[in-house]
């Protein structure tokens, strides 16, 4: 299975048969044997999505259809076999800790890649895994030749935001909501 470590996320294509370091965090596509941990980290990152402000109606709006297959048995064999998608695993010391899934979408003939799911466990957070996930997607949305790559973060998620413009993301829309009776 490719492997890829946060400084050659910009070499991912589906030939790529490097390994990280030992003690490394890395990115890898997901494979059939990551059922299970793909589906519980869906679970615990839709969870705590839901718990934030803003987090409900993104969970059911942006992240439905990837989370929805994601729990289901097969889900994940199914997001795989979908070229418009991706579903990466990132990884420290071998150990699957995080989960990207992104889609390619067409608005109006140009191409955008879309981050539906990103999840890191907590313990593993802050050593980089979130950013070579999100610098994987990003390669695999240029290679398909998308203009740019979307990434929701909720309100008041700093350590999200910070994460995002490091890799270099802008705001480039604000969507305000507010409770109807």
Do not use: N
């Not at 109606?57 to 076999?81: C, F, K, N, W, Y």
């Not at 990103?118 to 996930?133: F, N, S, T």
């Not at 695999?140 to 909720?154: F, K, S």
Request: hydrophobic share 45%; glycine share 12%; charged share 25%.
């Amino acid at each position: 299975m490719p492997v890829l470590s946060a400084a050659s996320a910009s070499e991912m294509v589906p030939a790529l048969s490097t390994t990280p370091d030992p003690g490394v965090e890395g990115v890898r596509w997901a494979g059939p044997d990551d059922e299970a941990v793909c589906a519980e980290l869906c679970r615990k990152g839709l969870t705590e999505a839901q718990e934030r402000r803003g987090g409900a109606i993104l969970v059911r709006r942006e992240a439905d259809l990837a989370g929805t297959a994601l729990l289901r048995p097969g889900g994940l064999r199914r997001l795989m076999s979908d070229p418009g998608r991706l579903a990466i695993v990132g990884t420290v010391d071998g150990v699957v800790v995080g989960l990207l899934v992104a889609r390619l979408d067409d608005v109006r003939g140009t191409a955008l890649g879309v981050v539906e799911l990103c999840y890191v466990e907590p313990e593993a957070r802050g050593v980089g895994v979130g950013r070579a996930l999100v610098d994987a997607a990003g390669s695999w949305a240029t290679e398909r030749g998308c203009r740019g790559l979307d990434v929701p973060a909720l309100p008041g998620d700093r350590a999200a935001k910070q994460l995002l413009e490091a890799a270099g993301f802008q705001a480039r829309a604000l969507v305000m909501h507010r409770r109807l009776p």
